[in-house]
Structures are given as C-alpha cells and as structure tokens.
C-alpha cells in the first residue's frame, strides 16, 4: 500500500508553456539592462556637462586671477633688478681680471741697477691676460748686464727675459742690448693692497728708486 | 511583443550615440584641454606667488644697500660709453698728476658678443655678457713719477679701466714720451 499523500497519476505540463516564460524573462531582461544603460549614458552626459561647466568656471576665475598676479608685475622693477644683478656680475668679473701695470714698473726699478738704462720699454695685454714685455737700452758695463739678468731670473716674475742684439761699444765699453720677456699674470693683478716688493733681495751693484729711462 | 524588442534596441542606440557622440569626445577633448590649461593656470599662479615673495626678498636684500655704493657700482660700470666724459676725467688725472696728454683717439670697437642667444622678450639669461668695451689710444709727455701717479690713478678709477698697453720712450732730458691703450668698459 503506497501512502495516500503520493498521487496516483502523473499529468505532464505542457513544455511549450516553460519555454514562453523563458523567452519573456530574457527580453524583459534585456530590456530593462537597456533602459538602465540609457539612464546611466544619460546621466553620465548629464554629468559630463556639468563637469565641463565647473572646469570652464573655475579656468575662468583662475584665468583673471592670474591676469591679477601678471598686471601686479611691474616689469620696470624686474628690469632694474636684472640690470643690477648683471652690472654686479660683469663687475666682479672685471675686477676679477683687472691690471695693474704700476705693480710691475715698482717691481722694475728695485731689479734694474743704475747702471743699466732702458730707451724705450713696451708692455702689451693680450687677451689670454698674457704680458708681453719688450725693450732695449744700454747697460754701463756686461756685468750690470749680468746682474739685471740675474735678478730677472732670481725674481721669477719676469719670465723668460731674453736679452738679444747685444752690442759692446769699443769706445767707452757700455753694452747695448734688447729684451723680450714674459710677466707672471699674479705680478699685474689688480689688488687694493697691492705690495712689489720683490720676492727675493739680491746683490746688486745699486738700485734706483727710479729706473733709468 | 514587438514594440518589447524595438524599444530597448532604440535604447541600446540612443544610448551608444549619446556616449560616443557626446561623452566620450567631450570627455577626452575639451574637458581634458581645460583640466591641462587650469594646470598650467595653477602652474603660472604659483610662479608669479614665487616671483612676489623672490621680488620682495630682492627689494628688502637691495635696501640693505648704502645707496651711495649702488652708485658708486653704476659709475664702476655705467650704461653708456660716455668716452667724452672719460677722456675729461683723464685729461684732468694727468694734469693732477703731471702729465700732459697730447692725442687721445678711440683706436678699436671691441663689442662683446653675448655668450648665449635670449629669444626676445625674454629675459636675459645670467650667463649673458652684459658688457661691452671699446680701446682708448693715448700719448702723454712727463716724468717717469708723473706716469706712476697717472697709472694708480687709472688703475684705482671710479670706472674701471684696463691698461692693455704701454710704451715708453726715454730721452736724456727726464721727459718721456708714453702711449697708451686703455680699455674701458660699459654695460649694455
């Protein structure tokens, strides 16, 4: 005996039915997922707008604050005020490379004995603050020679001295002669407290406080 | 059942065409574009806030400045060549000092070229240079004395001045005879 809550037939539903109810469920489905992305779509261009409206603004207001910061500018001030940094640049750097040829000529007539005269003496400034140093003239004796060469060589300032065309006079023994040399750039650099003492004393046979011409 | 399937593909349409007609384009056109310009908006904004504070610390750094030393700079390197003025100043030197100047020229327009191109309106860069300078040729009579006085008063001028050359020419008599080039300097 089977229990009585069992049925005691089967009737089987109609599968057309199921299936309808299938096909209207994902239309609907789809539908609706349409509809949502049409209100989201419209939203977001809703918003997209709206975003565009605030970023327009706030260009705007921060367009005529900066227009404000650029008319507060007062390109006289900055001119100065460039001019002043350069004047105060190229000025360093002037005085940085300034000359001062006294420097030498003090220097010069402690080394030059009395018996040694210059005729003529020619300095020129290149470019590279090289100096160039040229001259001629006429010593008493090749001994006063020797000693301005010496001191020359022993100073270390004047470099390179050269004394070419050297000529003894057979009538009174007085040597002629010419000199090229180089000067140390430290000896014409420029100094408020500039001092040219010569490095070393040497033995001369007299110095003159001014050199002979 | 046919306006149940029509409806939400219209849908599906207008919806594609208003985010590839409208959203899409605005978002990576203009709204971009103005998000970049409000940047470099922001970006210009704190510039000129530091150019303020860098123009104000530089007005308080200059105040600190005798007023007499920024003049005394101007003088040291003025804005004109003013040769005229100089060769005055010069000409009053040696007589001060016990020369007597008989030919001042200009002898060489040596202009300084700047070292590094500004495009213009810009401002120059600092690696510029500023100045520019022109030789003077002098010839003097005097003593060998009166030509040291004369060239510490050169080398120690309110303008700066470069002796670049110097020659001297003795006699027996203690005159000498000197030229001279000097380099004097201006800003430009």
């Known amino acids: ?16 039915v199921a299936r309808r109810r299938f096909d209207f469920d ?49 390109s006289a001030t900055v001119k100065n005020f460039v001019r002043l940094r350069n004047r105060l640049d190229a000025g360093y750097s002037l005085i940085e490379n300034h000359v001062a040829f006294s420097n030498f000529f003090a220097l010069f007539e402690t080394l030059i004995p009395v018996t040694v005269r210059f005729t003529s003496l020619h300095l020129a400034l290149n470019d590279t603050k090289a100096v160039r140093l040229d001259g001629s003239g006429v010593a008493k004796s090749f001994n006063a020679l020797a000693v301005a ?65 | 059942m046919i306006s149940s399937r029509i409806l939400p593909i219209f849908a599906l349409l207008v919806a ?86 008989s030919n001042i020229d200009v002898t060489t327009n040596s202009v300084v070229t700047p070292t590094s191109r500004s495009t213009a309106g810009a401002l120059p860069s600092k690696n510029t240079n500023m100045t520019s300078s022109i030789d003077l040729s002098l010839s003097a009579v005097g003593t060998y004395s009166a030509l040291q006085t004369f060239l510490s008063g050169v080398e120690k001028s309110a303008r700066i001045l470069d002796v670049r050359d110097i020659q001297v020419k003795g006699s027996d008599t203690g005159v000498y005879t000197f030229q001279m080039k000097i380099r004097l300097f201006w800003l430009r």
């Open chain 1, 1 to 16: 005996m089977l229990p009585p809550s069992i049925p005691t037939s089967f009737v089987p539903r109609s599968a057309g």
């Open chain 1, 26 to 74: 994902l239309t609907s489905s789809l539908g609706f997922l349409a509809y949502i992305l049409l209100a989201v779509v419209f939203a977001l261009a809703i918003g997209v707008f709206s975003y565009e409206s605030i970023l327009t603004n706030n260009k705007n207001v921060k367009q005529a604050t900066l227009d404000k910061a650029t008319a507060a500018i007062d």
């Open chain 1, 149 to 213: 060469s010496a001191a020359f060589a022993a100073d270390g300032r004047i470099k390179d001295a050269i004394f070419p065309n050297i000529v003894v006079s057979s009538k009174d023994g007085s040597v002629s002669f010419a000199l090229t040399a180089m000067l140390d750039p430290k000896l014409i650099a420029f100094s408020p407290t500039a001092s040219a003492a010569p490095v070393s004393k040497l033995p001369q046979e007299s110095a003159s406080t001014t050199p002979t011409l």
């Open chain 2, 16 to 101: 594609a065409g208003i985010f590839f007609i409208y959203v899409s384009p605005t978002w990576s056109g203009p709204v971009t574009e103005i998000k970049s310009a409000i940047d470099a908006k922001e970006k210009a904004l704190a510039a000129a806030d530091a150019y303020k504070k860098q123009q104000n610390a530089l007005i308080a750094d200059r105040n600190t400045i005798d007023p007499e030393d920024l003049t005394r700079i101007a003088a040291f390197l003025p804005d004109s060549v003013d040769n005229v003025g100089l060769i005055l100043d010069l000409n009053a030197l040696a007589a001060r000092s016990g020369l007597s100047l």
